[in-house]
């Protein structure tokens, strides 16, 4: 395969290698079922993430295919320029899939290239900013500033409290519809047809427990407040709400999340924290962690699978808080 120097056509215009038209969908024999799942194996996200990355590398003056000499020189310039070390781990693998999808060797995979990112990484800091944990005290004060006389207010009070017992992500809690709902008396029942880590359409499910009568904010309850309310009985369970407090149509996006948490965050007075959406799932593990949860229940909601990345969530809002040292007397 030549070198490409077209950067514009090989950005906007290369279809996915997956795709039919694309360099893996395009092998001889494959069936139109065969093209689909390959289709399947990589999410959109990820592509439009890698052409991003490779239209990045093209105007630094990258040609593709890469040498281990041009991708180390690209990774170092970044550097340079004050990139993020995640971020120039990002290119790297981008160029790495690039190169495999093409059925080429990747020039990633050279030790020069390895040791650069190696150099990378001792030499800057390597933390990454988190999402702080919206612990449950917080999570009362974001409720306790919304109106649930309004449907604005009590639509987002049902969905601050879904993320936060669910242990949801932004872009799955948004697509809850209706029908992924099984109610029982101990509390309801959530499909999840695809998450960020599940693409393969397995069944996934969180069990969202109701709360003890006379809770204040209860899940359950106010889930069930907001259906009754807005009398929706099908499709999707979160959805736009006009500024005169009409209901709209269609479910509300993933950005509507974060406006929304955003305004409530001015009102209770919350807005210097940094919180975000993911700071509901990251609360709800912190919170269950020092309340003496096990992995294994936190796991079952937060649909995670490696004990590693569950822990990484565990936000400790105080340095001495639940403290490995705390015993000084015998």
Request: hydrophobic share 40%.
């Amino acid at each position: 395969m030549g070198r490409h120097h077209d950067t514009p056509s090989l950005i906007a215009q290369e279809p996915h290698p997956y795709e039919p038209g694309g360099v893996l969908a395009s092998v001889e024999g494959l069936s139109r079922e065969a093209r689909r799942l390959l289709s399947e194996s990589v999410s959109p996200n990820t592509v439009r993430a890698m052409r991003a990355d490779l239209k990045i590398y093209c105007q630094a003056g990258g040609q593709l295919p890469a040498t281990e000499v041009e991708v180390a020189n690209f990774l170092s310039e970044q550097n340079q320029a004050g990139k993020a070390p995640v971020t120039i781990q990002r290119y790297a693998n981008s160029l790495n899939m690039w190169h495999r999808y093409h059925n080429l060797p990747s020039p990633v995979k050279h030790q020069a290239v390895r040791s650069v990112i190696r150099g990378i990484k001792k030499t800057r800091d390597t933390r990454q900013a988190s999402a702080p944990a919206l612990r449950l005290k917080e999570l009362h004060r974001l409720l306790d500033a919304l109106d649930r006389h309004t449907l604005h207010g009590l639509r987002d009070s049902a969905l601050f409290l879904l993320s936060f017992y669910g242990a949801f992500r932004r872009s799955e809690v948004v697509v809850v519809a209706c029908e992924d709902l099984e109610w029982r008396p101990e509390g309801v029942i959530v499909t999840l047809h695809h998450s960020k880590t599940n693409r393969s359409g397995q069944i996934e499910t969180k069990n969202i427990m109701r709360a003890p009568p006379g809770t204040e904010y209860c899940p359950v309850a106010m889930l069930e407040r907001w259906l009754a309310a807005s009398r929706i009985e099908n499709g999707a369970i979160f959805r736009a709400v006009s500024s005169r407090g009409r209901l709209g149509a269609g479910r509300m996006s993933a950005n509507a999340l974060v406006a929304r948490m955003q305004r409530a965050l001015k009102v209770a007075g919350l807005w210097d924290r940094g919180y975000s959406p993911h700071s509901f799932r990251a609360g709800f593990i912190t919170e269950a962690h020092l309340r003496g949860k096990s992995y294994f229940q936190i796991k079952r909601v937060s649909g995670h699978r490696d004990q590693e990345m569950l822990e990484s969530y565990i936000r400790i809002a105080d340095a001495f808080e639940d403290h490995g040292g705390d015993f000084f007397t015998l």
